[in-house]
């Protein structure tokens, strides 16, 4: 079965450090990578993708993601994190196969940047 | 910012009342999706739809039912609401060439 892993619930990182945020997947073929994030009481916005290319891909608010096609991850980055950071974040995979174009969802991590 | 709206935002409503939620997008988007997600939890597809007149059911179960008649519109209904059905409702779309799906602000049901 296809799926999306995000092993951690919650992570802590103290403001001005960097953050990670971890999601591996199953999917057959060479899927498309994405990250969302969610504020509360909110719809998912998109903050990157990746397709194909350069392994590291930038987004949105200084994020970034690392995609590893040997450990199929494709982790979530920020050199320097804030305050207004804390969220939650979803990886999610669009498996490229004909006539499908559903996405798979990571169950969220919880990021909490500490002051 | 995407242009992908849901009405309403917020809505109690009694069990047994019949509710429709509205989505609408002007992309021009021909894929369209409805995931239910508990507030802080993770998203479960419930339906979706490829194009005009074609919806399909999504992974999780779902007592509600959609329908595809224009392309921008995507409504989602339950004919008789229960407290079960308490939950957000997230709507999304994604097109020809675009591969992102873009998200609607969601709306949260209450069933009393």
């Known amino acids: 079965a296809q799926s999306v892993a995000q092993p951690e619930d919650q992570v802590n990182v103290a403001e001005g450090n960097p953050l990670t945020v971890k999601c591996t997947y199953s999917?057959?073929?060479?899927?498309?990578l994405f990250w969302y994030v969610q504020y509360p009481n909110r719809g998912l916005q998109f903050l990157l993708k990746?397709?194909?290319?350069?392994?590291l891909v930038k987004g949105s608010y200084g994020f970034e993601a690392e995609f590893n096609k040997s450990q199929t991850s494709f982790h979530l980055k920020k050199p320097s994190a804030l305050v207004s950071d804390s969220a939650l974040y979803f990886c999610?995979?669009?498996?490229?196969?004909?006539?499908?174009?559903?996405?798979?969802f990571g169950t969220g991590t919880r990021l909490k940047v500490l002051a | 910012e995407a242009d992908i709206y849901q009405t309403p935002r917020y809505l109690v409503i009694g069990t047994g009342k019949k509710i429709t939620l509205e989505c609408s997008q002007t992309?021009?988007?021909?894929?369209m999706y409805w995931y239910q997600q508990d507030p802080g939890m993770e998203l479960h597809l419930i339906h979706y739809?490829?194009?005009?007149?074609?919806?399909e059911k999504g992974d999780l179960s779902s007592e509600s039912t959609v329908s595809r008649i224009r392309t921008e519109h995507f409504p989602l209904t339950l004919e008789s609401a229960r407290p079960s059905h308490t939950s957000q409702y997230l709507c999304?779309?994604?097109?020809?060439?675009?591969?992102?799906?873009?998200f609607g602000q969601g709306t949260r049901l209450t069933v009393v």
């Open positions: 990746y397709i194909t290319g350069d392994n």
């Open positions: 739809s490829y194009g005009v007149n074609s919806t």
């Open positions: 999304a779309s994604s097109g020809q060439g675009n591969t992102e799906a873009f």
């Open positions: 992309m021009g988007h021909d894929k």
């Open positions: 999917v057959s073929g060479n899927p498309y």
């Open positions: 999610a995979v669009r498996p490229v196969t004909s006539g499908t174009y559903k996405y798979i």
